[in-house]
């Protein structure tokens, strides 16, 4: 056999190992990620949300890490630790505490962002001792030395609240533990009597828009105040015969109210005065002090002293006696407009154009409570009977039930559809709360549960304010068609009501 023939194969090729490039590897590597992005191609949509979770993931970050930092508490530190990180030091309309959490987000990105060294520089100027007195320090103290007048009506007041605090403590603890007192029963009485105001008589004020009415301490006679700065008392009623006519204001009169003790009222102008009067009309005095225009006023429960609110930023005491001017009162950053007492009167609230209402106590000068909450300017404040609950309403169309015992606000009542011009309780009990407000209504609401009871509607144009007889039995309003209307329950359900249930019991 022939041999076989052996064929020589070529041998096998080795796969290519991969090595380093030397030069040109900056193009390769181009050329990767030139192919990888053609491959990963990420949406416009995608990136975007991609940008939101990181930006609310840093929010939330900064947020935990401003709640774990220190901040200064005092208002000047606050300032001091802002100029020194390079921020400004107060904004336009910021309060203390927005200033402060300011500086804790300011604080917590310097953190954050790895720059500790201002931060830390921050902390040792604040721990550095300083050697240099502030000569503003040592030349004005920190609170304004008043006259001894005021140091006398102070311990006046004082004692008259004591007497007045006692009176209602005994009067509560008897309506809750005396049998024979039915205190659901009369709420309910009141309330239904509420609920049946009607229209009862309507006139004319004056000949331009009206702007504040009070009730005489007896319900006899009604005064009114207009754009043309003249007041008018009416006799009750029915509003038709005018007893007098008060002329002495250059400009608008802004607001009128009755002494709780005697029949002589005061008058608030836009001329910067008030005045006080008889009912005959003779004028007893003029307060003069203001800078601004007058807003609102109102009699201390005595009757001794006398509260005005301006628009100077400020609200003052005066006594009734004498004339003179015993307290200026600052603490509102814009206008003051809203002014009440406490019927114990120990305390006062007021309210400003900066969305504030302050309750000050009057035995000290010290402004115990801020209440924050409207958004827009609080133009009116009333404290209830029961000593611890002010109501306050503003632009914002809320009217507020604040509790002064867990100092925060109870209740918020969304009132109108306009601006609350007043607000007003009942004046024994405070069963109701009654709301004037620009949408031409007068809404009644329940002091219990705060829900509506009657609405009150026949004005023509903005309900200025209103008033309550002290028996609850009437309630007054005046408005800017210059009409005064008095609203008064129904006789028939008076009639009902005094068939099958006592009267409620009323101190006068």
């Known amino acids: 056999m022939a041999p076989i023939p052996v064929v020589q194969h070529p041998p096998l090729a080795r796969p290519p190992t991969f090595r380093p490039p030397q030069n040109g590897g900056a193009r390769a590597s181009d050329s990767d990620s030139e192919s990888e992005d053609e491959h990963y191609v990420i949406s416009e949509e995608s990136r975007q949300v991609r940008e939101r979770q990181e930006k609310a993931m840093q929010e939330l970050l900064i947020k935990r890490r401003a709640a774990a930092i220190a901040v200064p508490t005092n208002d000047k530190s606050v300032r001091d630790r802002l100029r020194r990180l390079g921020d400004p030091i107060t904004l336009f309309g910021e309060q203390e505490m927005e200033r402060r959490a300011r500086l804790a987000q300011l604080m917590a990105r310097l953190d954050i962002g790895g720059q500790l060294d201002r931060l830390l520089q921050a902390y040792e100027e604040d721990a550095a001792p300083r050697d240099e007195v502030d000569e503003e320090e040592l030349q004005y103290p920190f609170f304004t030395e008043g006259p001894r007048a005021l140091r006398e009506a102070r311990i006046e007041i004082a004692r008259f609240s004591i007497k007045r605090a006692a009176v209602r403590i005994q009067r509560a603890k008897r309506r809750r533990d005396d049998p024979d007192e039915d205190v659901e029963a009369e709420t309910k009485w009141a309330l239904k009597q509420a609920k049946g105001m009607v229209l009862d008589c309507s006139n004319f004020g004056d000949d331009r828009p009206l702007t504040g009415c009070s009730f005489s301490r007896d319900g006899k006679i009604l005064a009114t105040c207009s754009l043309s700065g003249v007041t008018k008392l009416w006799e009750m009623p029915q509003v038709t015969n005018t007893i007098s006519v008060l002329k002495d204001h250059k400009e608008r009169a802004t607001d009128v109210v009755f002494s709780p003790v005697n029949d002589i009222l005061a008058t608030a102008s836009a001329d910067r005065t008030a005045k006080l009067w008889r009912t005959d009309g003779t004028l007893l005095k003029t307060f003069e002090g203001h800078l601004d225009r007058l807003a609102r006023v109102a009699f201390h429960p005595s009757g001794r002293y006398l509260g005005t609110t301006s628009f100077d930023k400020t609200w003052r005491l005066w006594d009734v006696n004498t004339g003179a001017e015993l307290l200026l009162q600052e603490g509102h950053s814009r206008s003051v407009y809203g002014i009440a007492f406490q019927q114990d009167g120990a305390l006062a609230a007021s309210s400003g154009l900066d969305s504030l209402a302050r309750v000050w106590d009057l035995r000290t000068g010290r402004s ?141």
Not at 469 to 478: G, M, N, P
């Open 368 to 508: 115990i409570l801020v209440f924050q909450g409207h958004i827009k300017p609080v133009l009116t404040v009333n404290f209830s009977p029961n000593g611890y609950h002010l109501a306050s309403g503003g632009e914002d169309n809320q009217c507020r039930i604040w509790d002064l015992r867990m100092r925060k606000s109870l209740y918020i009542i969304p009132a109108h559809a306009n601006l609350v011009s007043q607000v007003k309780y009942e004046p024994q009990e405070g069963y109701f709360l009654a709301t004037a407000s620009y949408d031409m209504k007068v809404n009644i609401w329940s002091g219990r549960d705060f829900s509506l009871v009657k609405s009150l509607a026949g004005h023509e144009s903005k309900v200025a304010s209103l008033d309550i007889t002290a028996d609850s039995s009437c309630i007054a309003t005046v408005s800017h068609d210059r009409t005064i209307k008095l609203w008064t329950s129904s006789s028939n359900e008076e009639e009902e009501d005094d068939e099958g249930r006592e009267t409620m019991d009323v101190d006068l």
